[in-house]
């Protein structure tokens, strides 16, 4: 015969598990039905392919060739909640853009911001400009100016560079699109873990049994 605490325990823990089952078939109910961003069509990188997109990381790289030879490539990742709830997507986007051109080593970095805004704009911001002459070049080099040096460049000069990555499809609409893609691409990733924890913590028949005879 067991022991009466023993068997306590166990019918306790059982309880338990079934509680938290009930909440995690809750948020798996809750965001199958909400889907908050699955609802919107997923919008054309232009002609930008994906090159990298594992369900397993966070991260997207698309990379494309321009008519000039000119190589492009964008790394992008979700960042912290914007602090405006009226917005539709809930997180900003870490960018990095950099530009080759052929034949040459060197690279131009950007590093950017893509947040969302009230109703359907997307706000696209350059925070920092690198020049990186090859990947073996000394790193207490002089790389560009940080973020305050460059937005206190000349007007014209923040103007010329939007237009220079704009040019090379990294737009407002791009950046949406990224948006729009990494929101996704979240959600369909804590799905995914829901189910996992469901499947984790759903009691054997044996400790079911148990639950309900206490």
Same mark, same amino acid.
């Given at each position: 015969?067991?022991?009466?605490? &023993? ?14 089952? $009930?909440?995690? /078939? ?5 965001? +199958?039905?909400?889907? #908050?961003?699955?609802? @919107? ?13 594992? #369900? /397993? ?26 602090? @405006?709830? @009226?917005?539709?997507? %809930? ?10 051109? #052929?034949?040459?080593?060197?690279? +131009?970095?950007?590093?950017? *911001?893509?947040?969302? /805004? &009230?109703?359907? *704009? ?7 400009? @690198?020049?990186? %002459?090859? =990947? ?11 973020? =305050? ?15 220079? +990555?704009?040019?090379?499809? *990294? ?7 990224? +948006?729009?893609?990494?929101? $996704?691409?979240? /959600? ?10 469901? &499947?984790? *913590? ?8 148990? &639950?309900?005879?206490?």
């Amino acid at each position: 015969m067991r022991r009466v605490p &023993a068997v306590l325990f166990q019918a306790r823990k059982a309880i338990g598990d079934l509680d938290l089952l $009930k909440i995690v /078939q809750s948020e798996i109910n809750h965001e +199958l039905s909400a889907k #908050p961003f699955q609802n @919107n069509e997923s919008r054309s990188f232009g002609d930008f392919v994906v090159d990298w997109d594992s #369900p /397993q990381s966070q991260d997207v790289v698309l990379r494309r060739r321009c008519e000039s030879g000119e190589e492009v490539a964008v790394s992008a990742l979700l960042g912290a909640e914007s602090s @405006n709830e @009226n917005v539709k997507f %809930p997180r900003e986007a870490f960018m990095k853009v950099g530009v080759k051109k #052929p034949g040459l080593s060197s690279v +131009l970095e950007f590093d950017c *911001v893509a947040t969302a /805004q &009230a109703g359907d *704009v997307c706000n696209f911001e350059i925070q920092n400009v @690198n020049y990186i %002459p090859s =990947s073996a070049l000394d790193s207490s080099a002089f790389k560009g100016p940080s973020f =305050s040096f460059f937005s206190s460049l000349d007007q014209k000069l923040q103007d010329e560079l939007y237009k220079y +990555l704009e040019a090379r499809g *990294v737009s407002k609409s791009f950046a949406d699109s990224l +948006l729009l893609h990494l929101h $996704k691409k979240e /959600q369909g990733q804590y799905v995914d873990w829901l189910h996992k924890l469901q &499947a984790v *913590v759903t009691p054997s028949d044996g400790a079911d049994n148990t &639950a309900r005879e206490v």
